[in-house]
């Protein structure tokens, strides 16, 4: 994914797993609260998570089972 797709599964993530909101409102001002106030409070936190930069895998990484 992009940097922009990774931050929409952060926003995701944190403003609608495991919650409801009773009016279409108070879901958009959820994820306006998201991208104006908690993205810059917490973005030491999330640019790890938000970067382009890829994991190199190596076979020593996983292992292949055979049926």
């Known amino acids: 994914m992009n940097p922009i797709e990774r931050l929409w599964a952060v926003m995701h993530q944190r403003v609608t797993h495991n919650r409801h909101y009773p009016t279409r409102k108070q879901f958009a001002d959820a994820i306006?609260?998201?991208?104006?106030d908690t993205v810059p409070r917490e973005w030491?936190?999330?640019?790890?998570?938000?970067?382009?930069?890829?994991?190199?895998?190596?076979?020593?990484d996983f292992r292949i089972l055979e049926g």
């Open 32 to 36: 306006l609260v998201f991208f104006r």
């Open 44 to 60: 030491q936190t999330f640019r790890e998570q938000v970067s382009d930069n890829f994991r190199i895998i190596t076979h020593q």
